[in-house]
């Protein structure tokens, strides 16, 4: 039988080497920072965090792909977000989309030679910075409205008319490029009433949002529109 000092020898000992066991299971398991132009076939199967903006966008029935790149660096690296993570991130689709600049944490893995990363149960995906960076198409947000609704965008047309009203200004724009389209902006402020606008192009920056006082979905903001007059 053992006396009290072995026994607390013994547990020292036992607990020493818990520690250790516990210290090089989570070494083992470290996430690590990682830049996409530093990840190689040497990190295959390991768990890192990178971040990039993202230049692609695809959202398939059971998956997700979302293509991200580094500035300054030509390559690009493909996240891929199984059906159970994509139902985990529903809210923040609406600010996964190009120009935007993401965060993500998952595990690397070889697919037919490219290196992609998949975010698993574990990861995680976190939005660093909404976008205006790019247009989005007045045709495409009118076609398809419920898919944008929230989201903040960037939009340009030709003038079609103006309103100014006691709650708030429209600007009424259209694209003719791709068949004619009309979009309601709900402008914060008064719109100069002097010049003829009409023909002319603008630029408009807002929140997407369908609005129940007037029964159809329009562009609001509280930023001025850029507007040129035309000719």
Excluded at 74 to 97: H, P, Q, S
Excluded at 148 to 165: F, L, T
Aim: glycine share 10%; aromatic share 8%; with cysteine.
């Amino acid at each position: 039988m053992l006396n009290k000092n072995q026994l607390l020898t013994l547990a020292v000992i036992i607990s020493l080497g818990g520690i250790s066991a516990l210290y090089l299971f989570s070494s083992q398991q470290t996430t690590k920072r990682v830049a996409i132009s530093d990840i190689d076939d040497s990190m295959v199967g390991s768990r890192i965090v990178t971040e990039g903006t993202i230049s692609e966008v695809d959202w398939f029935s059971s998956t997700g792909i979302i293509e991200i790149k580094e500035e300054g660096y030509e390559d690009a690296l493909n996240i891929v977000l199984d059906k159970e993570i994509i139902e985990d991130v529903t809210e923040k689709k609406k600010g996964i989309r190009k120009g935007a600049r993401i965060e993500v944490e998952g595990k690397l893995e070889d697919y037919k030679g490219d290196i992609n990363l998949r975010i698993d149960s574990l990861g995680r995906l976190s939005i660093i910075e909404r976008t205006y960076s790019s247009f989005t198409d007045i045709s495409s947000l009118l076609e398809n409205p419920s898919w944008y609704e929230g989201m903040e965008i960037k939009v340009r047309g030709d003038i079609v008319d103006k309103e100014n009203g006691s709650q708030a200004s429209y600007l009424f724009l259209s694209s003719f490029e791709d068949g004619y389209y009309e979009l309601t902006c709900e402008i914060e402020g008064w719109i100069d009433e002097e010049s003829d606008m009409r023909g002319g192009p603008a630029e408009v920056k807002g929140t997407w949002n369908y609005d129940n006082r007037v029964g159809r979905w329009i562009l609001s903001t509280s930023q001025p529109p850029v507007i040129r007059a035309a000719g």
